[in-house]
């Protein structure tokens, strides 16, 4: 038996030296609580635990391999749920849980048509359903993430039909939508330089990259299709890359949606488009 603020100390101090240390300590607790059921509440407490130390130190070495602490519990929190996730899918990020709640605040209409196009965890797909209700529908082309989100939803309790689909290649299998939500890969083959290796070594690059030459390839497409499965009035949302706000804006515009706005997330940037069609 062991003291669990000791253990969480413990674990934090090894992390730091990968992590700086408030991350250290916010990755022991996720740890802690999501591995081994240890809350929060308890380890303020400092209460004892019989803890499985060979479990520990097999995760401690993970994450000082920076594999995402996600992928080793197994779980990550969005929108106030508990997802499932695996290296087939996108670990959900904080931005994805303001386009969600976007979509629930501008959106109060009964049993709305939704469809989700490259949905991944099913993070947004699953949020919405549960927070709207009516037809949800969900695409992807990677037949794991798939997998994992027919997982989430089941567990989660939202019904939601699933389709595997290659967006650049066919047109959207869903028509009459309310409501068309995306959140597509969009960062530049060229700023893989800049990024961590957390993600860069673990994360699908299916749902991560496209060309640094059509940036804008998977909004282009979407935004076309939309407009043939949208109703006269639905609406069309994007999550972006905070530095092509602009240029998705004017794209929208272009080929007639009216009322397009960009929505800056909680940091400040640019990271949400929205439209209607006329």
């Known amino acids: 038996m062991k003291n669990v603020k000791q253990i969480w100390q413990e674990t934090a101090k090894q992390l730091e030296k990968v992590y700086d240390r408030r991350e250290a300590e916010n990755i022991s607790h996720l740890l802690l609580e999501d591995l081994f059921g240890v809350s929060r509440a308890a380890i303020i407490s400092d209460e004892l635990l019989d803890l499985n130390d060979a479990k520990l130190k097999q995760s401690i070495g993970r994450l000082l391999k920076h594999e995402p602490i996600q992928y080793i519990t197994g779980v990550a929190d969005f929108y106030g749920r508990?997802?499932?996730?695996?290296?087939?899918?996108?670990?959900?990020?904080?931005?994805?849980?303001?386009?969600?709640?976007?979509?629930?605040?501008?959106?109060?209409?009964?049993?709305?048509?939704?469809?989700?196009?490259?949905?991944?965890?099913?993070?947004?797909?699953?949020?919405?359903?549960?927070?709207?209700?009516?037809?949800?529908?969900?695409?992807?082309?990677?037949?794991?993430?798939?997998e994992i989100a027919a997982k989430n939803a089941q567990e989660l309790g939202a019904k939601i039909n699933f389709t595997q689909h290659d967006i650049l290649s066919s047109p959207l299998p869903e028509g009459e939508l309310d409501i068309l939500v995306s959140n597509p890969p969009y960062i530049p083959l060229r700023d893989q330089k800049e990024m961590r290796v957390n993600v860069l070594k673990y994360e699908p690059e299916l749902a991560l990259f496209v060309p640094d030459d059509d940036p804008l390839i998977f909004y282009k497409r979407i935004a076309v299709e939309g407009l043939k499965s949208l109703k006269k009035g639905g609406k069309l949302y994007f999550e972006i890359h905070e530095n092509f706000g602009i240029e998705v804006k004017a794209h929208l515009q272009a080929v007639g949606y009216s009322e397009v706005n960009i929505h800056k997330d909680m940091q400040g940037k640019h990271r949400i488009v929205s439209g209607i069609k006329a």
């Open 82 to 146: 508990k997802f499932h996730i695996a290296p087939g899918a996108l670990i959900p990020r904080p931005e994805t849980e303001e386009l969600v709640d976007l979509i629930i605040q501008e959106n109060k209409i009964r049993n709305p048509r939704i469809l989700d196009v490259g949905v991944g965890s099913g993070c947004i797909a699953v949020s919405l359903a549960i927070k709207l209700g009516g037809n949800v529908f969900g695409t992807d082309l990677s037949k794991e993430a798939l």
